[in-house]
């Protein structure tokens, strides 16, 4: 069929379906606030998690940088060269993750799809979270390895996998998973991988963007939440979410970022990360080992808004983070119940097929310490009133 002629089809199905996103176009900063249509907005569906992405202290930052550095990398960092503030940084995230070196890169994403196939080859067998997020997914299909996955959480049917294809197994075997994942807000049980993962001799990569300034002391991510520095062979990251800025980076032995900077297409093949990122997450970084209480408020809005769902019988799912999936079932009531609390000044993010399986669509709310307690009875009070409205409608 016609390229122009199936996209059509494919965008009106969409449409007919209501699974079509419609793009918001915000016209202020992110914050606990932000408005769209000329309105305001109670803005509940940002990664901003600790509110440094509009924060002065980040503006002041990237300010200093672009006046010493200006704006532009130039070029790949094997052709132009790294600046001072790259080497800088990486070396301070290295420390603050519990690792001995890491490598920042453009984004989360470009951190997994830069990582996976670079160190993989086609004798290993990679072996991943049946969740795990899209960047994991696709940097495993630029692999020659082999791969199969286990059950979300699953640590018997990830023991079942690795007891069967150890035997077979010539090269390496990497077990992958988000440390947090981006649609539930649970936690992967890293203590258990890593048992299983020393049982049957293979390596650990966690994805932890949801996890950085979220869990652990300071906020430092999965691996210091569960006391694992030093045994967790690599993880990915990204500055996306709790930095509020964005980049990503990978971290790992110092001979791994060594051949991750001779070896990586990410890395080789696309220009770095601007110098004013790497300055700005210098800033945050600094913060979130001098003060811990925007994580201290982040955790308290999140326990404040999600007992309230769960003492008036919502399901939020199996959170254990400031990621707050009100599981409402079919993809039209969240599509539905999404437009309603548009009408009604909160953004939210209606999480429906393909990103979730079909008929777990959820309302995913994100918590941040940005928030109020009064913005949050507001959010409780409309969606509690019009979600129930809706279910009575339906029957
Ligand atoms: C688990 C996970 N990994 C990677 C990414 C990608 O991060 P970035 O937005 O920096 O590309 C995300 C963000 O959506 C994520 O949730």
Aim: proline share 3%.
């Amino acid at each position: 069929m016609d390229l122009y002629k199936r996209i059509k089809e494919e965008l009106e199905q969409a449409k007919k379906n209501k699974v079509y996103n419609n793009i918001k176009i915000l016209e202020s900063k992110q914050s606990d606030m932000i408005k769209v249509d000329s309105k305001n907005f109670i803005n509940m569906c940002s990664n901003n998690y600790l509110g440094y992405a509009s924060d002065p202290l980040v503006i002041k930052a990237v300010k200093k940088s672009i006046k010493k550095y200006g704006v532009g990398p130039g070029a790949v960092r094997t052709i132009s060269g790294s600046f001072d503030i790259h080497d800088e940084f990486e070396k301070r995230l290295a420390q603050f993750k519990g690792f001995e070196a890491t490598l920042v890169v453009q984004s989360g994403f470009q951190a997994n799809t830069g990582l996976i196939p670079t160190i993989t080859t086609v004798d290993d067998l990679i072996i991943s979270d049946q969740l795990n997020h899209a960047s994991i997914i696709d940097g495993v299909r630029l692999s020659k390895a082999q791969r199969t996955v286990f059950k979300h959480l699953d640590m018997e049917d990830l023991e079942a996998v690795l007891k069967e294809n150890r035997p077979n197994i010539k090269g390496n075997i990497f077990i992958i998973t988000d440390g947090v994942f981006s649609m539930d807000g649970d936690i992967a049980p890293l203590d258990k991988i890593n048992v299983l993962a020393k049982k049957y001799k293979a390596y650990t990569i966690v994805d932890d963007a949801h996890g950085e300034g979220v869990i652990g002391p300071q906020g430092r991510g999965s691996v210091a939440y569960f006391g694992l520095e030093g045994q967790i062979d690599i993880e990915t990251g990204t500055m996306s979410k709790a930095f509020g800025l964005v980049g990503g980076f990978i971290s790992g032995k110092k001979e791994l970022i060594e051949y991750l900077k001779q070896n990586s297409r990410v890395f080789k093949f696309s220009s770095s990360l601007p110098q004013q990122f790497a300055e700005a997450g210098l800033a945050v970084l600094n913060q979130l080992e001098k003060d811990d209480s925007r994580l201290k408020k982040l955790w308290e809005n999140t326990k404040y808004l999600q007992n309230k769902f769960i003492e008036n019988g919502f399901s939020i799912g199996t959170t254990q983070t400031p990621i707050t999936p009100l599981m409402v079932g079919d993809e039209a009531t969240a599509t539905e119940l999404t437009k309603i609390l548009f009408k009604n000044n909160i953004l939210v993010s209606p999480i429906i097929y393909p990103t979730v399986p079909k008929g777990k669509a959820r309302i995913r709310l994100m918590l941040s310490s940005l928030h109020t307690k009064q913005e949050l009875d507001k959010v409780f009070d409309i969606i509690s009133t019009e979600y129930r409205k809706i279910i009575k409608k339906q029957k």
